[in-house]
Structures are given as structure tokens and as C-alpha cells.
């Protein structure tokens, strides 16, 4: 993931770049990835949150391979300076672009900014993203609910930022209690939908 962020925003400049990915990757196996990405084999897009997670924590030398659920965001969470209020460029219209975001954690990372502040600075993005991401949905449909779900918002710090960050612009907010915010919560979700699909004799 943190090859396929610098492949889009850098194109193969990328390679040039002194990273702490490339001390524990090896370059034929990054060339792997960047020749798939660029033939399109098993390269499908993701809308995926976590891997955006996956790429920064990799990116920033904290993570580079996961050997359980969510190690990679987990320990770019335990990582964050919570004193830290700075974050990133990004770009939010009907779509979020992540390319100045990736450009100044490299710059970061380049300038060997400490990690604590990096990930402090990326999850601030993130809350800030899906603050104005919301608020322009509200301005365009004149919805303000808002439900938080998904395995990012088991992140003690991205969560607890957004809901006040909702709270204090007013939005009415739904957030998980007793059914996991994962992919267990999916799971639960498929089963009531095929339930009621069954109930109703529906194929």
C-alpha cells in the first residue's frame, strides 16, 4: 500500500527517494509491486481506510508487514504526540485527494520530523477529511446525522476527535455500543438483511 501511494502521487521518482521502506523491503520486491500496479494485475481499488493507514504506518518506517488484524494502524495509533493539533493538505470536492498529504508526510519523513508528530499530523488529516467531507454533505442533502462506522473508528484517537469535532458543528451522531464497529458489525448487518430477505421470500 505504501508503494501504491507513492506510485500515484511520485510515478517511479519514487525509487530515488531515501525512505525508511527501502531498508527493510528489497527493491526487487517493490519493482514487483510497481510492475503489477502499472499492468493492472490483481491491483484492484480499494476505498479502504485501513489501507490508507497500512501506507502511512509502512511509509513512516512503523510497520511494514501486519501479522494480525489491524497491526499496522494499531501501532501507528499507539504512536500519535496527542499535544500535536497540526495536519496535513488534502483536497475534498465530490471526491478526497490524498496527494498533497503524501507529499508533506514525505517531506516529513525527509526532514526526520519524529514519528509521534507525523502520525499525530496524518490522524488530524483524517478527522479533518471526514469533518468537511460531512459538512458538505449536510450542505448539499440537508442531512445532519451521522453515523461512524467501520474498523478505522475502532482508533481511540481518530474516534474520539471526530465525534467532538461532529459535536461541535452540530451534528446528531450515531456511533457503535454494543455491535463491533469491524467486520463484525458487517457480518451482523448481512446476516439481518438476509434474514429479511428470506422472511420475505425474496430469492
Do not use: W
Request: hydrophobic share 40%.
Amino acid at each position: 500500500m505504501a508503494v501504491s501511494y507513492l506510485f500515484k502521487t511520485y510515478g517511479s521518482k519514487f525509487l530515488d527517494m531515501k525512505l525508511p521502506l527501502f531498508q527493510h523491503v528489497s527493491k526487487e520486491k517493490i519493482m514487483l509491486v510497481v510492475t503489477a500496479i502499472e499492468k493492472g494485475i490483481n491491483c484492484p481499488l480499494t476505498s479502504s481506510a485501513g489501507r490508507l493507514f497500512d501506507a502511512v504506518s509502512s511509509l513512516t518506517g512503523i510497520c511494514h508487514y501486519s501479522f494480525y488484524e489491524a497491526e499496522a494502524a494499531m501501532l501507528l495509533e499507539s504512536a500519535v504526540d496527542e499535544h500535536c493539533k497540526d495536519f496535513y493538505s488534502f483536497k475534498c470536492s465530490e471526491s478526497i485527494s490524498l496527494i498533497n498529504t503524501v507529499e508533506e508526510i514525505v517531506k516529513d519523513i525527509m526532514n526526520k520530523v519524529p514519528v509521534s508528530i507525523i502520525s499525530a499530523r496524518f490522524h488530524n488529516t483524517v478527522s479533518e477529511i471526514i469533518c468537511e467531507m460531512v459538512k458538505n454533505i449536510r450542505s448539499e442533502y440537508h442531512l445532519n446525522k451521522v453515523a461512524l462506522s467501520g474498523g478505522v473508528f475502532q482508533n481511540r484517537y481518530l474516534s474520539e476527535k471526530v465525534e467532538n469535532m461532529l459535536l461541535e458543528n452540530g451534528f446528531e451522531l450515531f456511533i457503535h455500543r454494543t455491535v463491533p464497529a469491524n467486520d463484525g458489525g458487517i457480518a451482523l448487518g448481512q446476516l439481518a438483511i438476509a434474514a429479511k430477505r428470506r422472511e420475505k421470500g425474496c430469492a
